[in-house]
């Protein structure tokens, strides 16, 4: 998490309301004169009930931020003003702190009664008449305690990043023990521990609120269950250059907005597995579509399942969920920046644009600024008729496209610029080695600018560039240059080399925005965390001193 004045106020309010609150539960035992028995156990059992406070609050809490058709209403309700303030699109962010808090009180809690029950067994046993056994292994408290314990231990260690990853199927089944875990904290009062010598119950009485969260969180999935088994027919399957899969289905329950996500699940590849992915289409396409890369055991596996089968395997889908990209139109500038494979929002924001013009609406004073980085050449070939359909269609008054190669060329492509794009090309002094590399670019270059950049496979509607898909050419060597045309994306604008200077982008963009008056700029970011470090950073410098330009910055979080 990036350092922010909202960051600080945040974590000074979690520390203060934990703090607080186990002080308050610390004391309250403490001074509690209808538990004086209790009491002569002393700090051992106002730690408890300290730390007890606190873990009815994060058990409360833990379930929230996973709610995302609240998280989704949430968005839509709270006004800009609340939203700038409060991230709620950190809400995994704030599951694991919960969580991680959660812990914490454990530890604290668990071992502050195994004290406890030590000292009731050694000083107490003629007054309660009951040994450390008995509490541990038959009271309500103790047998709920250990089973709550137990499934933390099973839960937590295979919430890691490398399990998650490796054996999803053991973190789905594992973190599904919350369910036993809620049950027994429901049950963990029972039998009263604390209570006065007439026998009068003293608890927290925590179930009053952990109940009406879990219910809300069952009655989400529920919805998640029923929206999930609605029809959804895949109508298009398309492999593209760089291990890309595009998925293009019909599903008439589903409505959305540009810029929002769904989860996916193809049971031939994983029965329990759902992956979100934003949704790349626009509503006006009359289709559904998402570009997924090929980056792990799930999307090889459906990669191998389309091209064995094409387009016939079955596709639950839930959603559409929101996402930061949605607030797109609130804002007169906008910045879309896309690393890899994140452009998928900004395409479906940029589809709609193009849909605006095309419908003869008028953009007014809307200025896009949309920047691309890319690692591999192959990736610009995704959307490169998107691209190429807004130069011609949208004013450049309104739509600023910039292209980033960070990656590394080849010998080939290095010479192909150099011999197509002198001007522009930081390799215009580059010389091929030999002859025979010279005879072979000559050749790339002399291809028809009419050789398809895919493939049509009637039989099962799957189109790709070759049967082997790491080795398909990319169209910029493909083709000989227009005049005017970058020659590695055939686009008008030019493609930079290296990686993007954000402190000069937004500074210039500040300088376009800035009128005079009060202006804002919003930047969306999808991509790799490195990314939005750099992205974040830029903002960070420039922040529009003394221009009039506000910069809010917006990152997609899965």
């Not at 604290?108 to 004290?115: K, P």
């Amino acid at each position: 998490m990036a350092v922010t004045f909202q960051t600080v106020l945040f974590w000074i309010f979690w520390l203060t309301l934990h703090i607080g609150l186990f002080i308050f539960g610390f004391i309250k035992q403490k001074d509690d004169s209808e538990l004086w028995l209790l009491n002569t156990i002393q700090y051992s059992v106002w730690t408890s009930r300290g730390a007890g406070l606190t873990l009815a609050l994060d058990a409360a809490v833990l379930l929230l931020p996973v709610c995302r058709n609240v998280i989704r209403i949430a968005r839509g309700i709270l006004p800009g003003r609340v939203t700038r303030w409060v991230d709620i699109d950190r809400n995994l962010f704030l599951h694991k702190l919960t969580a991680y808090s959660l812990l914490v009180g454990t530890v604290v809690h668990v071992n502050a009664h195994y004290v406890n029950f030590f000292v009731v067994e050694r000083k107490l046993y003629g007054v309660l008449r009951l040994h450390a056994e008995d509490i541990h292994y038959r009271s309500w408290a103790g047998v709920t305690g250990h089973i709550m314990v137990l499934c933390m231990f099973f839960i937590y260690t295979s919430a890691k990043v490398e399990v998650r990853r490796r054996k999803f199927e053991m973190f789905w089944f594992t973190h599904h023990l919350f369910t036993v875990f809620y049950i027994c904290l429901f049950f963990h009062s029972f039998g009263c521990f604390v209570k006065t010598s007439q026998g009068v119950c003293k608890g927290y009485l925590s179930n009053h609120y952990t109940i009406p969260v879990f219910s809300l969180y069952i009655l989400e999935r529920c919805i998640r269950i029923y929206r999930s088994s609605q029809p959804t027919t895949v109508t298009k399957v398309i492999i593209h250059p760089g291990r890309t899969v595009e998925i293009q289905f019909e599903k008439p329950s589903l409505t959305y907005t540009p810029g929002r996500y769904v989860f996916l699940n193809i049971g031939e590849v994983s029965r329990w597995q759902w992956h979100p992915f934003t949704i790349s289409s626009t509503p006006e396409e009359g289709f559904v579509s998402v570009h997924v890369r090929v980056v792990g055991d799930w999307t090889e596996g459906l990669l191998g399942l389309v091209k064995k089968r094409g387009k016939g395997f079955r596709l639950k889908v839930d959603g559409p969920f929101g996402a930061p990209a949605e607030d797109f139109d609130k804002f007169e500038n906008a910045v879309l920046v896309c690393a890899g494979i994140g452009i998928t929002p900004a395409a479906s924001l940029l589809k709609s644009v193009w849909y605006r013009c095309w419908r003869g609406r008028e953009l007014g004073g809307k200025r896009v600024w949309f920047v691309w980085v890319n690692r591999e050449k192959e990736a610009f070939a995704w959307f490169r008729s998107l691209l190429h359909t807004l130069e011609q269609s949208v004013p450049t008054a309104n739509l600023d496209i910039q292209i980033y190669m960070t990656g590394a060329l080849s010998t080939d492509d290095i010479h192909h610029i150099s011999l197509n794009d002198r001007q522009h090309c930081p390799f215009a002094s580059f010389q091929p080695p030999d002859q025979a590399l010279l005879a072979r670019s000559n050749t790339i270059n002399s291809v028809s600018s009419h050789t398809p950049l895919f493939r049509n496979n009637s039989a099962n509607s799957v189109y790709s560039t070759s049967s082997d898909i790491s080795q398909a050419p990319f169209l910029g060597l493909q083709v000989k240059s227009e005049a005017g045309k970058d020659p590695l994306t055939s686009l008008q604008s030019k493609t930079h080399y290296g990686r993007p200077n954000f402190t000069e982008i937004f500074q210039r963009i500040c300088e376009q925005v800035g009128t005079g008056g009060e202006s804002e700029v919003g930047v969306f970011y999808c991509g790799p965390p490195s990314g939005a470090d750099a992205v974040r950073e830029g903002v960070k410098n420039v922040g529009g001193k003394g221009k009039g330009v506000r910069i809010v910055f917006r990152k997609e979080k899965f």
